[in-house]
Nanobody, 115 residues
Framework: QVQLVESGGGLVQVGGSLRLSCAAS????????MRWYRQAPGKAREWVAS???????SVQDSVAGRFTISRDNAKNTVYLQMNNLQLDDTGVYYCAAFFPARTAWGPGTQVTVSS
């Protein structure tokens, strides 16, 4: 079963940028969708962005214009470029791979935005 590992999280000031990566242990070419989710302290996990196999992408309204999702099937990696980070963007960011018959999740990477 494919394993996912997120990286690129860290501590950044308001207005700063981070680029998250999600590396898969196996091919992601057969996935229907790759997604990023996040979970803020004391809150439910929420969807952030998706990208389909063909490249069609969508993001949550609150991050539109600031976050960009992309994928490199040759490297089995999905990225989340996050610009102009705000305090509300703080949380653990998770990558998920949606295959036709199963879903795989990564352990998450912490993003902390400070003032």
């Amino acid at each position: 079963q494919v394993q996912l590992v997120e990286s690129g999280g860290g501590l950044v000031q308001v207005g700063g940028s981070l680029r998250l990566s999600c590396a898969a242990s196996d091919s992601i070419a057969s996935t229907e969708t790759m997604r990023w989710y996040r979970q803020a302290p004391g809150k439910a996990r929420e969807w952030v962005a998706s990208i389909r196999t063909g490249g069609a992408a969508s993001v949550q309204d609150s991050v539109a214009g600031r976050f960009t999702i992309s994928r490199d099937n040759a490297k089995n990696t999905v990225y989340l470029q996050m610009n102009n980070l705000q305090l509300d963007d703080t949380g653990v960011y998770y990558c998920a791979a949606f295959f036709p018959a199963r879903t795989a999740w990564g352990p998450g990477t912490q993003v902390t935005v400070s003032s």
